[in-house]
C-alpha cells in the first residue's frame, strides 16, 4: 500500500472512531452536562458568592481594581478543562478492558486511530464545555476586555491544553486497570494541579514551600495567560510559555500512550 | 496446478511448534495444527487448557513465545497486517459497543473496514435480516438476551466476510435454543466458503459441527481426528442394564460376557461401541426371559475423552 493511502485510511479511520466517540457523548449528555458544566458553575458560583467578597480584598493590587470574578472565570476555565480529564481516562478504560480493543486489534484498522479518536472527543466536549461555563460567568458578571484576537488566542490556548491533558489522560487510561483506577489517577490533574497554581489566587501569595512550584507549573503559565488576554492586561510571553508547555506535555503524553497501547 | 500450490492454497492454517508461557506457567507446550480451507476445525478442552491463548495467537493479539505459523498463506510473524485482513475473531467476551445501537455497532464496522456507502448499508441490512435483529436494529445491546449479543458479535465479524473465522467458544452461556441457531449459522458459514476454527468445552458442539477435533489439555494437542475416529479411541460408551433380582442379572452376565457385573446394584454394564444397533444386540441377545428393570444409555462425554487420551481421573471413576 502506497504511503498516501495508509494516510488517507488513517484519517479515515480516525474520523471514524471520533464519531463514535460523539456519538457515545450524545448518549451521555445528561451525565456530561453535570460533571463537565455543572460542577465547574456550582465551583464559579461558590468562589464568587461565598468566598468571592475575602478573596478579592486579599488580591489587592493583582486583581487590579476589577471584581473578583474576572480574575476568577479563567481559572474556572482551568478546572473544566482539568475535569475532562476523568472521563478521557475512564472512556480509555472502558474499551480496555471490554473486547473492543481486541477486535480492533484483530482488524487492519490504522494503530492509534482508537486514541485520536478519544483526544478528539475530549477536545470537542472541553470546546462545548468551556463556552457553556463562559456564558453562566457573563450572566453572573464576568466583564471580558478581550478583543476579537484575544478571543482567538484563548480559544487557541484552551484548545492545546485539552488537547495535552487528554493525551495525557488516554495514557493514564491505558495503564489504569480499572474505571476506579482510572478516575482516582487523573484526580491530581482535576483538583491538586489546579489549586496548586495561580487558578484561584495568585502564586506568590502562597506559603514559600509551594510558591516555587505554583509560580512555575503549566497550569499557572495556562491560567495567567488566559487571565491576561481575558482581562485585556499585557501578557508579556507567558502564552508561549504556555503553549510550549502544551506542546510538550502532548509529546511525552503521546509517546507515552502509544507505547502503552501497543504494550497492552 | 502443481503439488505444492495446491497444497498451499488448500492450508487455511498450519501452525508447528508453538509455544507460549507467562513467567513460569506454560500455557502452549508445542502446538502443532493443520486447518484445511473450509474446514470446521474444534479445540475441545477444559478451561486453561490453552484453546483462547492459540486463538489469540493466531489472530495476531498475542506473539508466540517460539514456532511458525501460516494463515491464509501469510507468515503470522512478518504479515500480521495481510493476516487481519482475511480473518474475523468473536471472542469468548462480548465485543460489541454497548452504546451503540446494533445496526451502529454493524456500520462502524464496516466504516473501520474501509466499506463503500451503499455496499455497507447494504451488508449491514443484510446481516441485521439473517441474524434475525431487523427489530432490535435501532436499540442498544443492553436490551438484548444473551443470544442476540452473540449473534449481534459475529454480525460485527462478518461485515468484512472473513475467510478464516475464529469463534471462541461461541454458545458458552447461551440457552439450548441460541445454541441451535448458533450452530445452524455456523453450518451456513462453512456452505459460503469459510473456514471456521472455534474453541468448545462441549463434546457434543464439536461432535455436531466439527470436520476434525483436536483435544487440547495442558498446552499440548492430545488427540486428533473426525469425531468418529475419536469417538471410536474412547471406551466410555456404554448400555447399563439393572435388574430385579439376582437371578437375571446372573442370566444376562452369561448372555453378554463383555459386561461389567455391579452384584450389589444388580447392575451390568455393557460395552456400547454402535449406539442404537449395540443397544438392538444387546436387547436380542438377552431375549424375553430377562427381566430388565432399567436401562440407561451412556455416551460418552468430554469426561470419557480427557480419561482416555490423558489418564486424568474422569468424573465417572470418582464418584
Known sequence: MSTLTLLTFAA??????????????????RLLIVSAILVPVVMLLLFDYILGGTIGHGLGDAARGAPYVDFLVPGILILTLAGSCGPTAINVTLDMTGGFVDRIRTMAVTRGALLA???????????????????????????????????????????????????????????????????????????????????????????????????????????????????????????????????????????????????? | MNALTNQATRTAVSVTGLRKAYGEKVVLDGVD????????????????????????????????????????????GREAGAVRGVIGVTGQFSAVDDLLTGEENLLLMGRLLHLRAPVLRERASELLERFDLVDAARQTPATYSGGMKRRLDLAMTLMGRPRLIFL?????????????????????????????????????????????????????????????????RI?????????????????????????????????????????????RDVLARLGDDVAVEDLFIHTPDLDDVFFAVTGNVSKEETR
Open chain 2, 168 to 232: 471462541d467458544e461461541p454458545t458458552t452461556g447461551l440457552d439450548p435454543r441460541s445454541r441451535q441457531t448458533m450452530w445452524q449459522i455456523i453450518r451456513e458459514l462453512v456452505r459460503e466458503g469459510a473456514t471456521i476454527l472455534l474453541t468448545t468445552q462441549y463434546l457434543d458442539e464439536a461432535d455436531h459441527l466439527a470436520d476434525r477435533i483436536a483435544v487440547l489439555d495442558h498446552g499440548r494437542i492430545v488427540t486428533e481426528g473426525t469425531p468418529e475416529e475419536l469417538k471410536r
Open chain 1, 117 to 264: 479518536g478519544h483526544v478528539g472527543g475530549s477536545v470537542l466536549r472541553t470546546l462545548v464545555a468551556t463556552t457553556a461555563v463562559t456564558g453562566v460567568a457573563l450572566l453572573v458578571g464576568f466583564r471580558p476586555k478581550a478583543s476579537v484576537a484575544d478571543w482567538l488566542a484563548v480559544v487557541g490556548i484552551v484548545a492545546a491544553f485539552s488537547f495535552a491533558l487528554a493525551w495525557l489522560s488516554a495514557a493514564i487510561g491505558l495503564v489504569t486497570k480499572s474505571v476506579a483506577g482510572a478516575n482516582g489517577s487523573t484526580l491530581p490533574l482535576q483538583f491538586l494541579l489546579p489549586f496548586l497554581s495561580s487558578t484561584f489566587v495568585p502564586a506568590d501569595s502562597m506559603p514559600a514551600g509551594v510558591r516555587w512550584f505554583a509560580a512555575n507549573q503549566p497550569f499557572t503559565a495556562v491560567v495567567d495567560s488566559l487571565r491576561a488576554l481575558l482581562t485585556g492586561t499585557p501578557a508579556g510571553n507567558t502564552p508561549y510559555v504556555a503553549l510550549a508547555w502544551c506542546a510538550a506535555i502532548a509529546l511525552v503524553a503521546y509517546l507515552w500512550a502509544q507505547a502503552s497501547f501497543r504494550r497492552t
Open chain 2, 235 to 279: 471406551p466410555g460408551a456404554h448400555i447399563r442394564l439393572r435388574f430385579a433380582d439376582a437371578a437375571s442379572l446372573v442370566k444376562a452376565a452369561r448372555e453378554l460376557p463383555e459386561g461389567t457385573r455391579d452384584d450389589e446394584q444388580l447392575v451390568l454394564r455393557v460395552p456400547n461401541e454402535r449406539g442404537i444397533r449395540s443397544l
Open chain 2, 33 to 76: 495444527l493443520t486447518i484445511g480451507v473450509g474446514e470446521i476445525f474444534a479445540l475441545l478442552g477444559p478451561n486453561g487448557a490453552g484453546k483462547t491463548t492459540i486463538v489469540r495467537i493466531l489472530s495476531t493479539l498475542i506473539p508466540a513465545d517460539a514456532g511458525t505459523a501460516t494463515v491464509m498463506g501469510y507468515d503470522l
Open chain 1, 12 to 29: 479515515q479511520d480516525s474520523a471514524t472512531m471520533l464519531g463514535r466517540e460523539l456519538k457515545h457523548s450524545l448518549r451521555l449528555v
